[in-house]
């Protein structure tokens, strides 16, 4: 093959790695990983289940290499956080820019809802138990920067912890908001969510 027909054959090959996950994606947070068959993702593609299977050999594995990601991000916004040098600052730009996505996009916010969905439902073991302990080390992440944040006068009074978990607790419910309400979810202000954390500071 000419090195100009591989690369074509790989461009495509990675464009309809896209549309699988890009499917797979909308249709779990739609309809939960348990209702929603290599078929269905196959036909919301707009491809066969053939080409699915070349590329996935199972539902799980598809699911895997979506939480694979997602542990990818999780890590990396974790090292964010806990690099910045204000950690208000850098909160409230890791919030600023999650939102913006969130609104921009419903694909990811229906990655954010799939998320969810893994921590409640019977979704593959293994890999529930692999994005529960990454989520876990990016809420430690979260509550190092306000336990930082709080040092520093630039958050309130709290448990880093309880505050961690009311503030991801709400990024994760306006994931789920917006798939479900579309347009008419209401997203409020970066600034509006972190109000909570710097309630009582001297900032």
Same mark, same amino acid.
Do not use: W
């Given at each position: 093959?000419?090195? &100009? =027909?591989? *690369?074509?054959?790989? @461009?495509?090959?990675? +464009?309809? #790695?896209? /549309?699988?996950?890009?499917? !797979?994606?909308?249709?779990?947070?739609?309809?939960?990983?348990?209702?929603?068959?290599?078929?269905?993702?196959?036909?919301?593609?707009?491809?066969?289940?053939?080409?699915?299977?070349?590329?996935? &050999? =199972?539902? *799980?594995?598809?699911? @895997?290499?979506?939480? +694979?990601? #997602?542990? /990818?991000?999780?890590?990396? !916004?974790?090292?964010?956080?806990?690099?910045?040098?204000?950690?208000?600052?850098?909160?409230?730009?890791?919030?600023?820019?999650?939102?913006?996505?969130?609104?921009?996009?419903?694909?990811?916010?229906?990655?954010?809802?799939?998320?969810?969905?893994?921590?409640?439902?019977?979704?593959?073991?293994?890999?529930?138990?692999?994005?529960?302990?990454?989520?876990?080390?990016?809420?430690?992440?979260?509550?190092?920067?306000?336990?930082?944040?709080?040092?520093?006068?630039?958050?309130?009074?709290?448990?880093?912890?309880?505050?961690?978990?009311?503030?991801?607790?709400?990024?994760?419910?306006?994931?789920?908001?917006?798939?479900?309400?579309?347009?008419?979810?209401?997203?409020?202000?970066?600034?509006?969510?972190?109000?909570?954390?710097?309630?009582?500071?001297?900032?």
């Amino acid at each position: 093959m000419a090195p &100009r =027909s591989i *690369e074509l054959s790989a @461009a495509m090959r990675a +464009a309809t #790695a896209t /549309a699988i996950q890009t499917a !797979a994606i909308r249709l779990f947070a739609e309809r939960g990983y348990a209702n929603s068959s290599i078929r269905d993702i196959a036909e919301a593609a707009g491809i066969s289940t053939g080409s699915v299977y070349r590329h996935y &050999r =199972s539902k *799980e594995a598809l699911f @895997a290499d979506l939480v +694979a990601q #997602a542990s /990818a991000g999780l890590a990396k !916004a974790g090292s964010t956080l806990r690099d910045g040098e204000s950690p208000h600052r850098t909160l409230l730009t890791f919030t600023r820019e999650l939102i913006a996505d969130i609104e921009a996009s419903t694909e990811a916010a229906a990655f954010l809802a799939v998320i969810n969905q893994a921590f409640i439902t019977n979704e593959p073991e293994g890999t529930r138990h692999r994005l529960r302990d990454d989520h876990m080390v990016f809420r430690r992440a979260v509550a190092d920067t306000i336990a930082r944040g709080q040092r520093l006068g630039q958050f309130g009074p709290g448990d880093p912890h309880q505050l961690a978990a009311c503030y991801l607790a709400t990024l994760h419910g306006l994931a789920a908001l917006r798939p479900a309400l579309g347009e008419a979810a209401v997203v409020p202000a970066p600034e509006l969510i972190l109000e909570a954390l710097t309630r009582g500071s001297s900032k």
